[in-house]
């Protein structure tokens, strides 16, 4: 059984035009797949529809082997977890932040995805601790920072399965190599779809989807795809 499986899914907007056309590729457990494409391509569109936050009008969507019409949205978000390219941190504390996915996780636990995506500096810097002000006011975050926080808390809730849309912009070269470092440990034991903005995650996936006009144009390991073009 696959993490998810896009079998000749289509999906357009109501009173729009078709967006994705028959889109088909696999996303077998433990691996990383990078979704590549030009703006405009339907990349955010088509993490939507692993979301569930809209419905494919054509095709069919199956995560972990289960259509996506059967499966019930509370044990879809036990298998899925989703970071937005421009993250949101509340105003409010660390804790707060962390706490907004699972209201009932241990300090142990939180301490511990902060670790997982090299944030433990951050609960150093102030004698606050979790209990400093990230938001408004607060302890000032960098964009990937913001990223980083924001994966700690979609970690909380432990899905198998990440969708994480990279933020394109604003990222200077060490908060880079922090985001990509954070992507890397977070990969070891899950399954992630990531769109990817950054060569380094491109090459890195174990599969890219190049997506163009809502359609998939190439499909495979990176070495594979410089090789045919
Ligand atoms: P990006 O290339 O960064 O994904 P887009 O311009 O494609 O940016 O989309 C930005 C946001 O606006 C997305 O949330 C998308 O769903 C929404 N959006 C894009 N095009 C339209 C449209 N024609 N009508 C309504 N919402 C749109
Ligand atoms: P990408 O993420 O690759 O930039 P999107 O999925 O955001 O692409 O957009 C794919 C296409 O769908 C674009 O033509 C965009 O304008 C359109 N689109 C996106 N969101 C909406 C929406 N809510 N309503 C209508 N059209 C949309």
Do not use: C, M
């Amino acid at each position: 059984v696959a993490a998810v499986e896009f079998d000749r899914v289509s999906f357009g907007y109501p009173n729009a035009g078709p967006v994705l056309h028959e889109v088909s590729f696999t996303i077998p457990y433990g691996t990383r797949t990078a979704l590549v494409g030009p703006s405009g391509a339907g990349k955010s569109t088509l993490l939507a529809l692993v979301e569930r936050f809209y419905e494919p009008t054509g095709g069919r969507l199956r995560v972990g082997g289960v259509d996506l019409r059967d499966l019930p949205r509370d044990r879809l978000r036990g298998q899925l977890g989703y970071v937005e390219q421009e993250a949101p941190v509340l105003a409010g504390t660390l804790r707060e932040n962390l706490l907004l996915t699972a209201p009932t996780a241990t300090e142990e636990q939180l301490l511990a995805v902060l670790a997982e995506v090299d944030l433990t500096r951050l609960v150093q810097r102030t004698p606050l601790g979790l209990d400093a002000q990230v938001g408004e006011g607060g302890v000032l975050l960098s964009g990937g920072e913001r990223q980083r926080l924001a994966i700690a808390r979609t970690l909380l809730a432990n899905p198998p399965i990440l969708l994480l849309d990279e933020p394109t912009s604003n990222l200077d070269a060490r908060s880079e190599a922090a985001l990509r470092r954070a992507i890397d440990t977070v990969a070891a034991d899950r399954t992630l779809l990531i769109v990817a903005h950054r060569l380094a995650t491109v090459v890195d996936a174990d599969q890219i989807v190049v997506l163009d006009g809502g359609r998939v144009v190439a499909v495979g390991p990176h070495a594979e795809l410089t090789q045919s073009s």
